[in-house]
């Protein structure tokens, strides 16, 4: 089965720097997807970024981007110019790649970073 | 697009009485998806359809837990009887097609759940 850990409960920034949040993840699949999702205290659960496992080049949006060592089964997560509303916790997750012509898979989720933005 | 819509948002109940959950997922996608979340535990799946057919339902904690999905637009999680430790706040999600896997799931705004 697969892990994700989140080894960070907490972490602050100060507004205007950057963070990175670490997530590391074990499998035994070659092929996979890897998540951060954003849960702020609305909790409404957010995407941020997604990374296909066979994809070298690392995923951006905007402001967030990923550090994604397959070799190292780590995928950290890189908030650049932090902003008030990035506060929130946020989730690693992982999916295999489908198995079958079913169609999606489930997440499996790591237990979370809560970051706090120090204005 | 309203997005997965649950209802209701907060559900008080007594233990032992019966609790359904409901959630209609975003039209055209054709995976459902159930969660719970608890300080202990995180965020955990506890079943999944894909075209209405239930996938993997080995995350359902015991026999009191049940869900359906008759059709692709309304999914129920049922709690028969309910008892204090299943208080949690029950996410659905929904996601589209993707034979290959990895497409984005689209999470509602949850029901948070209190059994006293």
């Known amino acids: 089965a697969q892990t994700v850990t989140q080894s960070q409960p907490e972490m602050s920034v100060q507004e205007a720097e950057t963070v990175t949040l670490s997530c590391t993840y074990d499998?035994?699949?070659?092929?996979?997807?890897l998540f951060w999702y954003k849960q702020p205290p609305s909790r409404q659960m957010i995407l941020v970024i997604r990374?296909?496992?066979?994809?070298?080049q690392n995923a951006t949006e905007n402001r967030f981007s990923v550090n994604f060592q397959k070799a190292a089964k780590s995928f950290s997560l890189k908030i650049s110019d932090s902003q008030l509303g990035d506060a929130a916790m946020y989730f690693c997750a992982y999916s295999t790649a489908s198995i079958s012509n079913f169609g999606n898979e489930k997440l499996t989720f790591g237990t979370g970073t809560r970051l706090t933005i120090i204005p | 697009d309203a997005g997965v819509i649950q209802s209701p948002r907060h559900e008080v109940t007594e233990m032992g009485q019966e609790v359904t959950l409901r959630c209609k997922p975003i039209s055209g996608h054709n995976s459902l998806f159930w969660y719970r979340q608890t300080m202990m535990r995180g965020l955990e799946l506890l079943i999944y359809f894909n075209n209405n057919v239930p996938i993997d339902d080995s995350g359902m904690p015991e026999d009191r837990f049940s869900a359906k999905m008759p059709n692709a637009s309304f999914s129920t999680l049922k709690i028969q009887p309910s008892e204090p430790r299943d208080s949690a706040v029950y996410f659905c999600?929904?996601?589209?097609?993707?034979?290959?896997?990895?497409?984005?799931?689209?999470f509602g705004p949850g029901t948070r759940l209190t059994v006293t």
């Open positions: 990374q296909e496992a066979y994809k070298q």
């Open positions: 999600a929904s996601s589209p097609l993707a034979t290959s896997g990895g497409a984005q799931q689209y």
């Open positions: 499998t035994s699949e070659s092929d996979y997807y």
